[in-house]
């Protein structure tokens, strides 16, 4: 992590009080620096024929005045070795715009319709009241009849970034980028169910521990349960 993560891990969960330049200035001192951001790799697969394709109604406008305002959803690979061998799981989730957390996620063996799906049906069961803008590359699970059929009967809209404009779904990206710079880059897993348990375990950290600046120094949980007290 950086210094001003330290700084925020110090402060919130030390009670070690101290500005970002002192903690700068030992990280300078002891060569302590954060992980390298790694370009991120797409496992999105598009349909030649898709059912449908919707306009990109988020624009970018990454800001959400209330929680399940704006979800975000994507696709991430991850791979585990077994000898010379090569496997993968992928990680489908959720992310709510205001709040920053994981609603809901869902890992298989397979990148298909079914690891969407449930992903989805996941988060209703999470938020059954929910009724967000919901926004995707468009990968093929997303353009399916199937999704879009979810979509409108629990009363969403469709947003769908452009081709080949990942920033269109900035945050999500962003989600990916932490969780395998924290996480998965920084050791080798040799079998499935190891991965498995890394990532969920992440998930909940992230969720519940993981303080951050745009939230005001908050947990995604915390920031979340502060705005439905005060409704």
């Known amino acids: 992590m950086g210094y001003r993560?330290?700084?925020?891990e110090l402060d919130g969960h030390k009670g070690i009080h101290v500005n970002d330049k002192r903690v700068l200035r030992i990280c300078r001192k002891y060569d302590i620096k954060s992980n390298?951001?790694?370009?991120?790799?797409?496992?999105t697969r598009g349909d030649r024929n898709p059912d449908h394709i919707a306009k990109n109604y988020?624009?970018?406008e990454f800001h959400a005045e209330k929680p399940n305002e704006k979800w975000l959803t994507d696709v991430s690979e991850f791979k585990y070795y077994n000898g010379i061998e090569v496997h993968k799981v992928y990680l489908s989730a959720i992310l709510d715009l205001y709040d920053r957390r994981i609603v809901s996620f869902k890992i298989s063996d397979h990148n298909d319709n079914p690891l969407v799906m449930d992903t989805f049906d996941e988060a209703i069961r999470q938020e059954p009241d929910a009724h967000p803008l919901v926004h995707s590359d468009r990968g093929f699970q997303y353009t399916s009849a199937q999704f879009y059929t979810r979509l409108k009967k629990h009363h969403m809209k469709q947003s769908m970034s452009r081709v080949a404009h990942c920033i269109d779904n900035g945050p999500m990206e962003g989600f990916w980028?932490?969780?395998?710079?924290e996480m998965y880059y920084k050791q080798r897993f040799n079998d499935r169910s190891s991965l498995i348990t890394a990532i969920a375990n992440y998930i909940d950290y992230y969720n519940n521990q993981r303080?951050?600046?745009k939230l005001h120094v908050m947990t995604p949980m915390k920031y979340h349960e502060q705005y439905t007290k005060a409704a």
């Open 5 to 8: 993560r330290i700084r925020d």
């Open 36 to 43: 390298i951001k790694w370009k991120p790799k797409s496992c």
């Open 58 to 60: 988020l624009h970018r």
């Open 177 to 181: 980028g932490i969780l395998k710079r």
């Open 211 to 213: 303080l951050q600046r």
